[in-house]
């Protein structure tokens, strides 16, 4: 018996394989689950190649969570295949170029909605989409990517800003969720070496900080630790936990200079 033995999860954010969330869908089928994906626009080729590599190739769903139309497919597809969802790893986010590397003084709000959109607001999307499948499976686990927004990072600009509304909103969310037995969390994954990382400007001086500063240590290219706590929330073994970010980054949060 795994840890998801028997449970259904959809997966945001497998692009490829070095991304988290095929770390975490590479798990979750090991550890039991029965795991679909969603691949967008261009990439969606990406995700179905990469969906090939797993253990057990699981469906590959179109999903542009800015499309309302797209979103209630997708909750229409899983209800006529499942009927029931036991989990969701939320692993979206985007900033056009203007949004990142530049300070938060020179974007215009055509830039900054998108980020909120895309990184934040998709969360609540995604979610409110999948409640009636998950109150069919009598409640289940919300899991979201985050990168910790309590200070202002280096050239993040407003990347951060979007993830310290994806805090704050899956506090909302564990609010009005829970009274389906819906838990809501995050896990804040220190620097990771992907596809999404490499877009950001100065991504080389994450590395170079975290391998000094995290207590216990940190490499950038192994995404299993991350992984592992993605699966430990989208599992049972934290019934009553809900509204948390849990801080997966070598222990570089707690530490001062």
């Known amino acids: 018996m795994g840890?998801?033995?028997g449970k259904r999860v959809l997966l945001t954010g497998v692009l490829t394989d070095d991304s988290l969330a095929f770390g975490v869908a590479?798990?979750?089928q090991q550890e039991g689950a029965e795991v679909a994906l969603t691949g967008f626009g261009?990439?969606?080729s990406l995700t179905q190649r990469t969906a090939r590599k797993l253990p057990s190739p699981p469906d590959v769903l179109e999903l542009d969570v800015t499309d309302e139309e797209q979103v209630?497919?997708?909750a229409d597809q899983l209800s006529r295949s499942w009927g029931t969802l036991d989990g969701i790893l939320h692993a979206i986010g985007f900033a056009p170029a203007a949004c990142l590397g530049n300070g938060v003084l020179e974007a215009g709000w055509e830039d900054v909605?998108?980020?909120l959109q895309v990184s934040a607001y998709s969360l609540k999307a995604l979610a409110g989409a999948m409640l009636p499948?998950?109150?069919?499976a009598g409640g289940g686990s919300v899991v979201g990517l985050d990168f910790d927004a309590s200070v202002a990072w280096p050239a993040y600009d407003w990347m951060g800003v979007s993830k310290a509304a994806l805090e704050s909103l899956s506090r909302y969310l564990a609010?009005?969720?829970g009274p389906s037995r819906v838990r809501v969390n995050l896990v804040a994954a220190g620097p990771v070496k992907t596809v999404a990382a490499r877009s950001i400007p100065g991504f080389e001086h994450f590395e170079r900080v975290w391998a000094e500063r995290a207590p216990l240590g940190w490499d950038v290219r192994d995404p299993e630790a991350v992984a592992r706590a993605c699966v430990c929330l989208l599992s049972d073994w934290f019934p009553l936990?809900?509204?948390e970010i849990i801080h997966v980054d070598g222990g570089f949060h707690a530490v001062g200079a």
């Open 3 to 5: 840890l998801l033995t």
């Open 26 to 28: 590479r798990l979750a």
């Open 42 to 44: 261009r990439g969606l």
């Open 72 to 74: 209630r497919a997708v």
């Open 113 to 115: 909605a998108v980020a």
């Open 133 to 136: 499948l998950l109150q069919a």
């Open 175 to 177: 609010r009005d969720l």
């Open 241 to 243: 936990t809900t509204g």
